[in-house]
T-cell receptor
């Protein structure tokens, strides 16, 4: 398996624009996570899905952020409208089953100017 | 994706020495713990895990110790090598029947020849 695949690797956008980050988890994994990494806050859990169902979105910072998982092999994290303070590295991770390690993608570095 | 230049505590060691990285976790109900390594430009990578019914687990050159009484984890790296230079994170699974991995702030390990 190629591991968790995220796209794009880098995204530069203007304030106010919509941004969509994409993730393909490892086949057969039943949990998916979106994390944000910043200098100030470290690795923050934004939302996680179990069997494609959002279980906990309490980490999503604002209504401008939304995430979907339409099927077991694809998830998106959308920011609309984007703001400069959203600039960060966004990671997706997936887990095979409860209490096993999460596998991370390479991340998307988002810069909002 | 990159570790974003976090202002982290740094542990500096000489090549060949043993390293000990410490972590305090937050929830006494957490039942699963993982150590991750993050190198520049990459997502976090799994190193070793431990379940709450254990207090020690050994891997190749690494050992994790769990003290549930004081909610403390440590990662010991034997014969530290330059390739071990990275940021290290502990993560706890808050359980509740679902995977919910929460990460600590991280420690930067710098290995000097």
């Amino acid at each position: 398996d190629a591991g968790v695949i995220q796209s794009p690797r880098h995204e530069v956008t203007e304030m106010g624009q919509e941004v969509t980050l994409r993730c393909k988890p490892i086949s057969g994994h039943n949990s998916l996570f979106w994390y944000r990494q910043t200098m100030m806050r470290g690795l923050e859990l934004l939302i996680y899905f179990n069997n494609n169902v959002p279980i906990d979105d309490s980490g999503m910072p604002e209504d401008r952020f939304s995430a979907k998982m339409p099927n077991a092999s694809f998830s998106t994290l959308k920011i609309q409208p984007s703001e400069p303070r959203d600039s960060a590295v966004y990671f997706c991770a997936s887990i095979f089953r409860l209490n096993t390690e999460a596998f991370f993608g390479q991340g998307t570095r988002l810069t909002v100017v | 994706g990159e570790s974003v230049g976090l202002h982290l505590p740094t542990l500096s060691v000489q090549e060949g020495d043993n390293s000990i990285i410490n972590c305090a976790y937050s929830n006494s109900a957490s039942d699963y713990f993982i150590w991750y390594k993050q190198e520049s430009g990459k997502g976090p990578q799994f190193i070793i895990d431990i379940r709450s019914n254990m207090d020690k687990r050994q891997g190749q050159r690494v050992t994790v110790l769990l003290n549930k009484t004081v909610k403390h984890l440590s990662l010991q790296i034997a014969a530290t090598q330059p390739g071990d230079s990275a940021v290290y994170f502990c993560a706890e699974n808050l359980s509740g029947g679902y995977n919910k991995l929460i990460f600590g702030a991280g420690t930067r390990l710098a290995v000097h020849p």
